[in-house]
């Protein structure tokens, strides 16, 4: 269900602060003060920052899927870490990993750079992504657009998950955000798996049949976690 962001039409005006939260196998759709919907992934986090000047929102943590109202007097802008993304009037996905983030547009367009200036007090223009395209920003990442399977980085609103010649490790680490027990790869082997193909977000009991047909993992089930090793491991 929806949740008003909101304690009356004058609250966004004098800056105040307000944090939305999702713990594991958890999502959550927040409607914000300005009419602007914000769907969290599990395990994630976000602090709002309205003020009459501009509709900030923080991600602090993990995914979020913004649809945003026009307002052509203040814009919507989302900042994950010294990166600043700016939107009027579109759909689009940011996801904060520890060493990176991916911006992925759904509906029109965004801008992405930076929230300080560079050295010398230069500061870059910002890159423009457009609908179909996703930007990644990381210390050692070119800050460009690319296309995207925009249905796949999104699945997870749908309640799946999309691989698509995914390391194991990295899909392990989804199912960690998304389920309530943990998952733990207990073979260095297993991390030169890929996999592909589309998996319950909440349940990984179907990938992991299929890594037992292809791959002939392992698996040690206990009350805390799920062990997964290779039949070949001495």
């Known amino acids: 269900m929806a949740e008003r962001g909101s304690l009356g039409g ?119 992504v457009s609908a179909g395209e996703q930007a990644r920003l990381g210390a050692h990442l070119p800050l460009a657009a690319r296309k995207v399977d925009v249905a796949a980085a999104t699945s997870w609103t749908r309640g799946v998950l999309t691989f698509d010649s995914t390391p194991l490790e990295q899909a392990v680490e989804e199912y960690n955000r998304t389920g309530t027990r943990r998952l733990n790869i207990e073979d260095p082997n297993l991390l030169k798996v890929h996999i592909s193909g589309i998996f319950p977000a909440d349940d990984p009991g179907n990938m992991i049949k299929f890594l037992q047909r292809r791959f002939a993992v392992v698996v040690e089930e206990t009350p805390e976690a799920i062990r997964l090793s290779s039949a070949t491991r001495k």
Do not use: H
């Open 10 to 128: 004058a609250w966004w005006q004098f800056g105040q602060q307000r944090s939305y939260a999702t713990e594991a196998a958890q999502r959550r759709t927040i409607v914000l003060p300005d009419g602007s919907n914000v769907e969290l992934n599990a395990r994630s986090k976000i602090n709002l920052e309205f003020s009459g000047a501009e509709r900030g929102v923080a991600l602090n943590e993990g995914q979020a899927l913004f649809s945003v109202v026009k307002d052509s007097r203040r814009t919507f802008v989302v900042r994950v870490g010294q990166s600043r993304i700016a939107a009027v009037g579109t759909r689009f996905d940011v996801y904060r990993k520890p060493d990176e983030a991916s911006i992925t547009v759904i509906e029109g367009q965004v801008a992405v750079g930076a929230t300080a200036p560079l050295a010398e007090n230069k500061v870059a223009p910002p890159l423009i």
